[in-house]
């Protein structure tokens, strides 16, 4: 019997192991093809993601560089500056940023690229602390800067035919100005307020020395007051004709009483935490009140709004311009044989219209300071004039007065005066119409003011140089018509100084005005003389007072930003103007009575002007010795009966006058209500006057 061996059952399963094997196998090739398919999907969308994550920073980039470019041309832009005129890059840019084609490995297309702006933020104040080691390289450690910030948002789409991928980038880039307009008032010398009427002060303070107040009628500060030195309830020197009175109220920088108003506290004696102080309250505070000390109390009761040296506060270098004994040669004609440094910081050498004053009253006018400087040193200077007739500019008839006189009782002198009509040079400034006799001319041609490549450009800065302005010469005198038939004249005379007039001048010169869509046109109106300056009526202002004080900072809608720089300023009120009656021209009929001692009337005026100009300095306890003050530095010479000097502006004291060296001592007139505040747009809307020394910053954040 044949027996038969059985199958092996181990053949069935070495096929199973590779049936499974295989299958096994077949999974993991799946897998891995799967995988490997998503790897290469993933690695291409990250291809696209980072291109267009790039394409998005580099939108920023350029939005940042644009940024700088444009702002660092138009100083006085304003909050929809990049909504209003958004960024774009030019067609030639986009291709070279975003390049396609044969070779290039780019799946953004420049119209797949989006670019969005905010508003720019108000403006808010802040000190760069020297002391911070976070400041050691900040180019603005040292200042009180006004900062505004703009953000942008970029998009970028990176696409091809298989897919596609967005991206979104951000970036805020913020805007630092240190300008020399930066306080309501800023003092590189010792500060003294000792006003007799109530006097009110809206805006910054700060005084590089120490600060001296008193006051007669009242005195409130509703912002900072800082001062470098000490802060003294008292007069310097003590002389005993200043007034004594210690109502000065500062803010507290809370509204605790909910009216819409920072609160304000006296420095008589005040309640801090519900306890009286027991006396007075400045940097000697510890001399009367062995227990306090003027940082401690100080800090409580205004909460940072009043400081001294005490607290940190140290000298403030204005950006761009001279300080210390130089500090005059701001507004002096330009020196060929000056250093470069002080040069370039001249006003004169600023000037886009140059006005040179001879020393018999005759008035030549040039597009150019290196014309004028050619001129004043020619041999002849009538030879000069007809071998270069494309170098002078011809004013229009009615914009320079020459023969005009009034009496300074400060100076105790009559003053010859170069009378400018502002109103005229704005009709000549808009040139409205061409070839019209109101226009600028070279030779009989309009002057092309817009053209720096032909004759110069208007940039809305203006010196007069007065050659000798300690001096004065024969003149008619100032004369005018009441009526057809009666002429008052003040008749034939001699002064013995030259100094500069600005009358007519409720709306200034402004070029912006002939196109305001043209950001690059300049906007306003500066005004710079080596003379003293008298202003006459309302300058750059309507002289309707709000009855509220509101217009002590906020500017009305035909103001443009200005500025006055000279050795000395007066302000000459509304009532010392009239239109004489034929020729409807504005006359200062004030110059008549001007010697009287009994002072013509003032009336309110409203001035909207930064003003930098000199002041004569206390030199003593005598009242003869006492500078005025504050309260004086523009100074007045008419019987103000308690009307309104309405000033919106930022007063700067670098210097001691040179030519206006009277004392105030001598003066005659009766003091105005002084209403003074720091105008809005030289803060938040960081518009500031032609030629305004800036420095600006832009830093990421």
Request: net charge neutral; aromatic share 8%.
């Amino acid at each position: 019997m044949k027996i038969s061996a059985l199958p092996s059952p181990r053949r069935g399963s070495v096929l199973l192991v590779v049936l499974i094997f295989t299958a096994v196998l077949s999974l993991l090739g799946a897998s891995f093809l799967s995988y490997t398919t998503t790897e290469r999907r993933l690695n291409h969308a990250n291809q696209l993601r980072f291109q267009a994550k790039n394409a998005a920073e580099a939108a920023l980039e350029y939005a940042a560089s644009e940024t700088r470019s444009r702002l660092t041309r138009n100083l006085n832009f304003s909050a929809t500056e990049f909504s209003t005129t958004p960024i774009t890059a030019h067609s030639t840019r986009l291709s070279t940023l975003f390049k396609t084609g044969v070779g290039e490995h780019n799946n953004v297309k420049s119209t797949d690229v989006s670019l969005w702006a905010s508003n720019v933020t108000s403006s808010t104040r802040r000190y760069i602390d020297p002391s911070n080691a976070g400041n050691d390289f900040d180019p603005l450690r040292g200042q009180t800067v006004s900062a505004q910030a703009v953000r942008f948002i970029a998009s970028a789409k990176a696409a091809d035919a298989v897919s596609a991928s967005t991206a979104y980038a951000t970036q805020s880039i913020e805007i630092r100005d240190a300008a020399l307009f930066n306080y309501a008032i800023f003092y590189n010398l010792d500060m003294e307020f000792h006003p007799g009427p109530n006097m009110t002060v809206v805006g910054p303070v700060h005084s590089n020395n120490s600060s001296y107040l008193t006051e007669g009628g009242g005195l409130t500060f509703t912002d900072t007051m800082t001062t470098a030195g000490s802060f003294i309830i008292g007069t310097k020197n003590s002389p005993g004709s200043r007034p004594s009175g210690r109502d000065i109220k500062f803010s507290t920088g809370v509204d605790d009483d909910g009216d819409g108003q920072n609160d304000l506290l006296t420095v008589n004696n005040p309640k801090v935490n519900g306890v009286s102080v027991g006396s007075y309250v400045d940097s000697l505070l510890n001399t009367r009140v062995s227990s306090k000390n003027f940082r401690d109390v100080a800090s409580q009761a205004w909460n940072g709004y009043v400081q001294d040296s005490s607290h940190g506060i140290t000298r403030q270098t204005p950006p761009g311009v001279l300080t210390g004994p130089q500090a005059h040669d701001l507004i002096e004609a330009p020196d060929a044989t000056g250093t470069a440094s002080v040069e370039e910081q001249k006003f004169s050498n600023k000037a886009g219209l140059y006005f040179v004053v001879e020393p018999g009253g005759n008035v030549t006018t040039f597009f150019s300071a290196t014309d004028a400087t050619a001129y004043k040193a020619a041999a002849n200077r009538a030879t000069w004039k007809a071998s270069n007739p494309t170098k002078i500019i011809t004013p229009p008839s009615g914009l320079i007065e020459n023969q005009r006189r009034m009496y300074d009782w400060r100076e105790r002198k009559w003053i010859n005066t170069i009378d400018f009509d502002l109103g005229v040079m704005r009709t000549a400034v808009l040139a409205a119409t061409p070839g019209s006799a109101a226009n600028f001319k070279v030779g009989p041609n309009d002057w092309d003011i817009d053209d720096p490549a032909t004759d110069g450009r208007w940039n809305g800065i203006i010196y007069v140089d007065v050659e000798s302005p300690g001096t004065g010469y024969a003149s008619s005198g100032t004369r005018y018509k009441t009526s057809a038939t009666t002429t008052v004249s003040q008749g034939a005379g001699s002064g013995q100084r030259t100094s500069v007039r600005l009358l007519n001048a409720s709306k200034l010169p402004n070029r912006r005005a002939a196109n305001p869509a043209n950001a690059f046109l300049p906007e306003g109106l500066s005004v710079a003389t080596n003379a003293p300056v008298y202003t006459i009526g309302h300058y750059n202002a309507d002289g309707a007072l709000a009855g509220d004080l509101s217009d002590m900072t906020t500017p009305e809608a035909d103001e443009v930003p200005a500025a006055i720089i000279s050795d000395a300023i007066s302000v000459l009120s509304s009532a010392w103007d009239r239109k004489d009656y034929v020729t409807g021209q504005v006359v200062p009929q004030g110059d008549i009575t001007s010697n009287s001692s009994s002072r013509p009337g003032a009336s309110n005026t409203e001035v909207s002007a930064a003003f930098l100009t000199g002041i004569v300095a206390t030199t003593g306890t005598n009242n003869s010795q006492y500078s005025g003050g504050v309260e004086n530095y523009p100074r007045f010479h008419e019987n103000w009966g308690g009307d309104s000097l309405r000033y919106r502006g930022s007063i700067v004291a670098l210097f001691e006058s040179e030519i206006a060296t009277g004392t105030w001592a001598d003066s005659k007139y009766g003091a105005p209500r002084r209403e003074w505040g720091f105008n809005s747009m030289f803060g938040s809307q960081r518009r500031y006057p032609p030629g305004t020394p800036i420095i600006r910053t832009f830093r990421r954040i």
